[in-house]
């Protein structure tokens, strides 16, 4: 019989190959309803993940992931719905996007779908992001329902303004206080809290 080989963290050699250029924009700067969020990646010690990557994904402001050849290219007009972003030294992140709408077909209530890698995983990571303006489709959100208040509360990004208009703030706690909610998707069916 054959030992298992161990498993292996997934970086950091991602943070050179995966993010490409305009990466955080999923919408030009300008764009009209345009939103930023922005916030810091922490490990259990508090301190800041200067290498890793997030993925968001979301829906359009119709409702809609949008599925055509080419999606994920930058062509500086079209809404893709996908960002890759990394880290920097100091462990934060931007991105400029639309706010999403509700799935169409869901009870979900709006949000970024976030696919976190970072150094010390074996696997990533999978989470979401809520904003507060959507209070009624929040509270008839099944994952959401699942929260205690305090847990609920990781999962929503914070309102803060910002210079080039309306901006949210959320921050990814790795592990300890305030750990953000994680998601295990092997599960069939709605995501289920970790």
Same mark, same amino acid.
């Given at each position: 019989?054959?030992?298992? =080989?161990?498993?292996?963290?997934v970086g950091p050699f991602f943070a050179f190959g995966l993010p490409f250029d305009g990466g955080g924009? *999923?919408?030009?700067?300008?764009?009209?309803?345009?939103? =930023?969020?922005?916030?810091? *990646?922490?490990?259990?010690?508090?301190?800041?993940?200067?290498?890793?990557?997030?993925?968001?994904?979301?829906?359009?402001?119709?409702?809609?992931?949008?599925?055509?050849?080419?999606?994920?290219?930058?062509?500086?007009?079209?809404? =893709?719905?996908?960002?890759?972003?990394?880290t920097d030294r100091a462990g934060d992140y931007r991105l400029r996007t639309l706010r999403p709408a509700?799935?169409?077909?869901?009870?979900?209530?709006?949000?970024?779908?976030?696919?976190?890698?970072?150094?010390?995983?074996?696997?990533?990571?999978?989470?979401?992001?809520?904003?507060?303006?959507? *209070?009624?489709?929040?509270?008839?959100?099944?994952?959401?329902?699942?929260?205690?208040?305090?847990?609920?509360?990781?999962?929503?990004?914070?309102?803060?303004?910002? *210079?080039?208009?309306?901006?949210?703030?959320?921050?990814v706690r790795m592990q300890g206080a305030g750990e953000t909610v994680f998601l295990d998707l092997s599960?069939?069916?709605?995501?289920?809290?970790?």
């Amino acid at each position: 019989m054959l030992d298992l =080989t161990p498993s292996q963290t997934v970086g950091p050699f991602f943070a050179f190959g995966l993010p490409f250029d305009g990466g955080g924009d *999923v919408v030009p700067m300008g764009t009209p309803g345009a939103i =930023t969020l922005h916030g810091t *990646v922490r490990d259990g010690a508090g301190a800041a993940v200067p290498d890793a990557l997030l993925e968001f994904w979301q829906t359009g402001p119709d409702g809609r992931v949008p599925v055509r050849p080419g999606a994920l290219h930058r062509d500086g007009r079209s809404f =893709t719905g996908f960002a890759r972003v990394a880290t920097d030294r100091a462990g934060d992140y931007r991105l400029r996007t639309l706010r999403p709408a509700a799935p169409s077909g869901a009870r979900d209530a709006p949000h970024l779908a976030v696919t976190v890698f970072a150094r010390g995983l074996l696997h990533h990571l999978f989470t979401r992001v809520y904003f507060p303006n959507h *209070v009624e489709a929040n509270a008839a959100d099944p994952l959401l329902a699942q929260l205690d208040e305090e847990r609920r509360a990781t999962l929503m990004a914070v309102p803060d303004g910002g *210079v080039t208009g309306p901006g949210y703030r959320f921050d990814v706690r790795m592990q300890g206080a305030g750990e953000t909610v994680f998601l295990d998707l092997s599960v069939s069916g709605a995501p289920v809290p970790t």
